[in-house]
T-cell receptor
Framework: GAVVSQHPSRVICKSGTSVKIECRSL??????MFWYRQFPKQSLMLMAT?????????EQGVEKDKFLINHASLTLSTLTVTSAHPEDSSFYIC??????????FGSGTRLTVV | TQLLEQSPQFLSIQEGENLTVYCNSS?????LQWYRQEPGEGPVLLVT?????EVKKLKRLTFQFGDARKDSSLHITAAQPGDTGLYLC????????FGAGTTVTVRA
């Protein structure tokens, strides 16, 4: 079946630094990738949708300059949290889809900003 | 605005008991999906329902989709500790919209 690899699984960074999270589709070409944020025991909140080769579409209330998304190839999307602050600490999950196919989720990245 | 409402928010039961989780949507999606998520992991798809009135079974899990395609339920028979997790329903159109989730704890 389709596999999505997300890296790193955990990261701790200092306040003010930037962190990059990678999401790779291992055995299929992901025309669309989605980035979610999840707080403890809460649901997934969609942050942005990215199509390969074009700019990401951000959900209302998500700062595009804060959360930079790049989807340069059909197998890789990255989320960069810029100038991270403690309130950015969260669980970030990516999802990939090939065409109108099913959604496959990564295993998530636990970001802690200290 | 939360398009999908799940209830209950939390559910704690003893091993062997049955449980039901509900999902109600204010909109009709092209399909509705149920996921289970364990701590520190991404959600894993359990089932997709498309047709109103549809019933799908996955071992001890039974999924129902309402005739109007706006409500769905997940029923687990004889729950086991391994069923513990966050259960999420999601409506699918050009993206997935998730419900708030139900945290299920099955005590041994």
């Amino acid at each position: 079946g389709a596999v999505v690899s997300q890296h790193p699984s955990r990261v701790i960074c200092k306040s003010g630094t930037s962190v990059k999270i990678e999401c790779r589709s291992l055995d299929f070409q992901a025309t669309t990738m989605f980035w979610y944020r999840q707080f403890p025991k809460q649901s997934l909140m969609l942050m942005a949708t990215s199509n390969e080769g074009s700019k990401a579409t951000y959900e209302q209330g998500v700062e595009k300059d804060k959360f930079l998304i790049n989807h340069a190839s059909l197998t890789l999307s990255t989320l960069t949290v810029t100038s991270a602050h403690p309130e950015d600490s969260s669980f970030y999950i990516c999802s990939a889809r090939a065409g109108q196919g099913g959604y496959t989720f990564g295993s998530g990245t636990r970001l802690t900003v200290v | 605005t939360q398009l999908l409402e799940q209830s209950p928010q939390f559910l704690s039961i003893q091993e062997g008991e049955n449980l039901t989780v509900y999902c109600n949507s204010s909109s009709v999606f092209s399909s509705l999906q149920w996921y289970r998520q364990e701590p520190g992991e991404g959600p894993v798809l359990l089932v997709t329902v498309v047709t109103g009135g549809e019933v799908k079974k996955l071992k001890r899990l039974t999924f129902q989709f309402g005739d109007a395609r706006k409500d769905s339920s997940l029923h687990i028979t004889a729950a086991q500790p391994g069923d513990t997790g966050l259960y999420l329903c999601a409506g699918r159109d050009y993206k997935l919209s998730f419900g708030a989730g139900t945290t299920v704890t099955v005590r041994a």
